[in-house]
């Protein structure tokens, strides 16, 4: 165990570095120079070269790029080049933002579609499971940011009850939770009425149940328990697609996070903060496959390392 | 079924569509955030176009962002994956590597890249959901092989002397369909979102092109004063996704009934 | 939390009232000696937050780095230069209280003001704008905004509270460059403790001083007891970064905020019947135009670029489009533009137009693309779409392509572009930098002269008022070099934008500038 969790944490530092190398290389080739627009576009020519030199941009990439390694193994993210703040604080600044928003919307979606999910699998092929398989046919095939609008104009615009912009209070996690995390909860239902179908039908259970146990206990004590391990792992993977899906949503809700921040910096060329941001989203990222990894192996003994 | 029937409707319209409604460029500003109404059923925009005709003309571009992406994703995917299952060792590797590091990017944030890398236009989206759809079908194609290859039925292929070329295209591509055909049609709603994803943010669709995405974007600063600006076309990618969703259902209960979600 | 921050806002106050108490006499410079126990002045009391609304993020709060108007809104509430603009565009005395120029133009003398400190409490002389404008001159700080003050050659100390500046030749906008954002006075000391870090510790001389900055959510600043021109009447003001362009119109609409920002025309036309809601409203400095390539293809042609200005009734751009909020554009620079002569109007006249067409060579029209960038400036896209079908009419066959502005810009170096859309702003309010810079044909990409425009009696007319120091014959230069320009039809020249502050009816005192800065030293909330 101990050797398979070495191994994976040292898979995981690679991919981290593989991701710092491709947004390196993927961000240098978008066109825009960050002295130009940091000096904008009224400036002369001349200043543009002269500010170029002082942030040391007219280095060759490749030494750029030795430079920025060298300094992310020291754990340095560099300093942004608008404002000279270091990156590392701008980006432990958004981070909470995204994540608390992110664990939200994963709360959402347990909330929603586990139940919808063992419903559904409670009453297979009735009336109930038709209905609840359509809503979460719906809830995939949602575009999150026309569910934005729709819920910022019922629950804000029409009704006044909910507030869409920043973090004013806990109430202003309610809407962008449930944009981010109706497809996610969609998933889950749909994931979990499969499992619980599929163990439901198992030799094992129809002996538990041939022994007289009440329908309900078995259905919450077996059932549930076995299919933990591939809702786990889904949810393992949606919270992945929730960081990434969190740039439209923050946009959306003027909400300060990570995607904002992104966004907001490639816009004036500030590619330490894009790049600090990406490799934050990718080290959560990383580090929830991880943790699902191992929790993984520890639920399920059958699985070899 | 269902599904199948609304997408023969939409492809009928992307296609007879446009000779039937009204200029979707012809501008009257007069006329702008009108509500729905007889002459203009679905209402106007800010530049007083008819939206109804936006949304029939704007049709083939999700449906192409669709089936493009997804041909991309899929070629690529499966070059990637067959040399990575197939031939696997250092290769396999190497490439498993790669796919990794770039599933750990948010997608959007890599769609985002690479349509700023390319230059701008209609097609740039499709192109970029295509690229970071690779890896997914990497994954899968290679799951797909490393079964089979070990397989009895391909080791006595393989006995008979038939070479790597032959045992890819004639049996091992022949018996991994069936998923992978699955996986591209279910992954097809994925990329009609994203690809309008990248639309919202103003990024490829140029104007005035009716882009579904796009739409809704420019409707964002109106929700107070022509609300019915963002249902249209918010909408209109809701149903076709659905179709396609519901396609990729039907389609996987028919090819393999034993298939799980995950 | 809103509780707490409220509770600090009113222990704070009191502790200023009780130190400003003791303190007791009071500073010169107008308002400021009157105030009283009660935390007011004239029985006005403080109020304890403003909150408004902007759009985009700050960028640095170095002044001497900092190139976007969004961020120099900030900067000019915590800086001062030695003069200032007043909403006519005129120079005023600031941290100078008056100046000379020498006979032979070459040199400049300010008596600057004796009672001012700075926000750390070092005191304002000669020595700080020595300091300040060498860092912004020495190339290898690399000051974007340097070129601005570039033709200063040495900064002299003269005594404590006298300065003096020497050009190498006579020039005719010294006041103006000295009154924009990059002439700001920053603290040595400051300058000197946080080193590279100074951007986030501004230290400057004006009436707010920087308390915090959460990227992407708020800026506070707050109140400068010590403000030579008398203090503000609000303890804090908070900046809130709130990019939806409908949200700010929600917010301020509910009363969550005091003052919003850019707010687009229809929000404005929308929210000019609600009753809590006023607008401070002003023109800009600003142009928008279409750059016409002029060195490339059938650009080239005088004719076509005539026909490209009279296919567009600019009347529809500002009023259908816009909502009115913009002016039709009659000469390259805006009217609050110093220099600013209009000679001639291209009238809409779609006949015209084809026939010069048809004059140059092309009766079947033209197909050209124009580049428009996405959200830089208000409605851009929505102007390229709607030049797009006017376009049409006259047969010029345009094809729109939409980007992202720093690919836009990076690419229209390269001069393979037939047209693009595009605004401009002499942060100097002065012809020189709006009209040199854009037009002068030495000023070509790199540089920003994007219609690659040139013309040697135009060029010859820009540098020669460059060194006149009389303002009427300055002024009768530019009036010709204008009348040339449009003559050529340079560029499809649009419109001059205008600027609107929504402010909720019980806030009082704010001013803008046409350089787009917002003034609150003398804001009022009730």
């Not at chain 1, 092929?125 to 569910?147: E, Q, Y």
């Not at chain 3, 222990?11 to 007791?24: D, P, V, Y």
Request: one cysteine or more; proline letters at 5%; glycine letters at 8%.
């Amino acid at each position: 165990m101990l050797n398979y969790a070495m191994k994976k944490i040292a898979f995981t530092v690679l991919v981290l570095f593989g991701a710092a190398t491709i947004s390196f290389v993927l961000l240098h080739a978008i066109p825009g120079d960050t002295a130009q627009a940091l000096a904008g576009p009224q400036a002369a020519a001349a200043d543009v070269e002269n500010l170029r030199r002082a942030l040391n941009l007219d280095a060759p990439y490749g030494e750029q790029y030795l430079n920025y390694m060298g300094n992310l193994l020291k754990g340095n993210l560099g300093h942004s080049y608008r404002s000279n703040k270091p990156v590392m604080e701008i980006v432990a600044a958004a981070w909470p933002a995204t994540l608390q928003l992110a664990a939200c919307s994963m709360l959402v979606a347990i909330i929603i579609g586990l139940p919808i999910g063992i419903f559904a699998a409670v009453k297979r092929g009735r009336i109930g499971d038709t209905i609840a398989m359509v809503v979460s046919f719906i809830g995939v095939s949602m575009p999150s940011f026309w569910l934005a609008l729709l819920l910022i104009m019922l629950f804000s615009v029409k009704l006044e009850l909910l507030p869409f912009y920043g973090i004013v209070g806990p109430t202003s996690f309610i809407l962008p939770a449930l944009t981010l995390g109706s497809s996610t909860a969609a998933n889950i239902a749909r994931l979990t009425r499969t499992s619980m179908l599929e163990i439901l039908g198992q030799d094992y259970i129809r002996t538990a149940r041939g022994k007289g146990l009440q329908d309900q206990r078995v259905i919450w004590l077996h059932a549930l328990r076995n299919a933990a391990v591939p809702i786990l792992t889904i949810i393992g993977l949606q919270f992945g697609v929730m960081l990434g899906g969190q740039v439209v949503t923050e946009t959306v809700f003027s909400w300060p996070g990570v995607g904002r921040m992104i966004v907001d910096a490639l816009d004036s060329r500030d590619l330490q903060i894009v790049q600090g941001g990406i490799l934050i989203l990718a080290f959560t990222f990383a580090v929830i496959n991880l943790v699902t990894d191992l929790l993984y192996a520890l639920l399920d003994p059958r699985i070899r390392y | 079924m269902v599904g199948l029937s609304i997408l023969v409707i939409l492809i009928a319209v992307a296609i007879t569509g446009p000779f039937v409604v009204q200029s979707p460029f012809e501008q009257f500003p007069a006329n702008k955030l009108q509500g729905p109404s007889v002459g203009h059923l679905l209402g106007t925009d800010d530049f007083g176009r008819d939206i109804l005709a936006r949304i029939v003309v704007g049709a083939k571009y999700s449906l192409t962002s669709g089936i493009l992406a997804v041909a991309l994703g899929l070629a690529g995917g499966l070059l990637m994956g067959t040399l990575s299952g197939y031939y696997g060792g250092i290769l396999d590797h190497l490439i498993m590597t790669v796919c990794d590091i770039l599933l750990a990017f948010p997608s959007v944030l890599l769609a985002m890249s690479i349509v700023m890398v390319m230059q701008p236009s209609v097609y740039t989206p499709m192109i970029a959901v295509g690229l970071s759809s690779m890896p997914t079908f990497a994954r899968l194609v290679r799951a797909q092989f490393m079964s089979l290859k070990t397989s009895s039925y391909v080791e006595a292929v393989r006995s008979s002397g038939a070479g790597d070329f032959r045992i890819i295209f004639r049996h091992l591509l022949p018996n991994s369909m069936g998923p992978i055909v699955v996986q591209a049609t279910l992954r097809m709603g994925s990329s009609i979102m994203l690809a309008s994803t990248l639309g919202f943010l103003g990024l490829g669709a140029q104007p005035p092109t009716p882009e579904w995405g796009s739409m809704l974007s420019s409707a964002r600063n109106y929700i107070w004063t022509a609300p019915h600006m963002a249902l249209a076309p918010g909408l209109a990618i809701f149903v076709t996704v659905i179709a396609v969703n519901l396609l990729g259902d039907a389609l996987r209960d028919f090819l393999d009934p034993r298939t799980r979600d995950a | 939390m809103k509780n707490r921050k409220r509770l600090l806002a009113l222990l704070l106050s009191a502790a200023m009232a009780l130190s400003l108490t003791a303190c007791g006499s009071g500073t010169k410079g107008g308002q400021s000696s009157a105030l009283s126990g009660s935390g007011g002045q004239d029985g006005e009391t403080i109020a304890k937050e403003l909150i408004v609304l902007a759009g985009a993020d700050a960028s640095t709060f170095d002044p001497h780095f900092c190139t976007d108007s969004a961020t120099e809104i900030f900067n000019k509430n915590i800086y001062n230069g030695l003069v200032r603009f007043n909403p006519d565009m005129e120079i005023m005395p600031d941290l100078a209280k008056s100046w000379t120029v020498s006979e032979d133009g070459l040199t400049w003398t300010f008596q600057l003001r004796n009672d001012v400190v700075f926000h750390d409490g070092s005191k304002f002389n000669a020595e700080a704008v020595k300091i300040t404008l060498e860092r912004i001159l020495n190339p290898d700080v690399g000051s974007p905004v340097r070129s601005s003050l570039e033709p200063i050659v040495k900064v002299e100390v003269l005594d404590e509270y006298t300065v003096a500046l020497s050009t190498e030749a006579p020039n005719g906008s010294m006041l103006q460059r000295l009154a924009g954002p990059a002439a700001f006075i920053i603290s040595p000391t400051a300058l000197e403790s946080y080193g590279s870090d100074y951007a986030t510790h501004p230290t400057g001389t004006g009436p707010f001083k920087f308390a915090e900055w959460k990227v992407g959510e708020e800026i506070v600043l707050e109140r400068n007891e010590n403000y030579f021109a008398g203090p503000p009447m609000v303890e804090k003001v908070y900046f809130r970064i709130v990019p939806e362009d409908a949200t700010r119109a929600l917010l301020i609409q509910s009363g969550q905020a005091d003052v919003a920002m850019r707010l687009p025309a229809t929000e404005i036309e929308r929210l000019r019947d609600s009753k809590n809601i006023q607008f401070v409203e002003g023109e800009t400095v600003m142009t928008m135009y279409v750059a016409l390539n002029n060195s490339k293809g059938v650009l080239q042609n005088v004719k076509v670029r005539q026909a490209m200005n009279y296919a567009v009734d600019k009347n529809v751009i500002v009023n259908n489009i816009l909502d009115g909020m913009a002016t039709v554009a009659d000469a390259p620079i805006s009217p609050k533009t110093w220099g600013y002569a209009s000679t001639m109007t291209y009238e809409h006249d779609v006949e015209k137009a084809k026939a010069l067409l048809a004059e140059a060579g092309y009766p079947d029209g033209i197909d050209l693309e124009l580049w428009t960038p996405a959200g830089r400036y208000l409605m851009d896209v929505q102007v390229a779409e709607n030049l797009n079908a006017q376009w049409a009419e006259a047969n010029i066959r345009v094809k729109i392509r939409q980007w992202e502005f720093q690919s836009l810009m990076s690419e229209v170096k390269k001069g393979e572009f037939d047209m693009v859309l595009l605004g401009w702003s002499p942060s100097t309010g002065d012809a020189d930098v709006g009209l040199f810079r854009p037009l002068h044909s030495s000023q070509f990409p790199p540089n920003s002269n994007r219609a690659f425009y040139s013309n040697p009696q135009v060029d010859k007319l820009l540098e020669d008022a460059q060194t006149e120091v009389d303002m009427e014959k300055r002024a009768d230069l530019y009036k010709q070099a204008q009348a040339i320009i449009m003559d050529e039809a340079a560029w499809t020249f649009l419109y001059y934008p205008k600027q609107a502050l929504a402010v909720r009816s019980n806030v009082s005192g704010i001013e803008i500038l046409p350089t787009e800065h917002i003034i609150l030293e003398g804001v009022r909330k009730n």
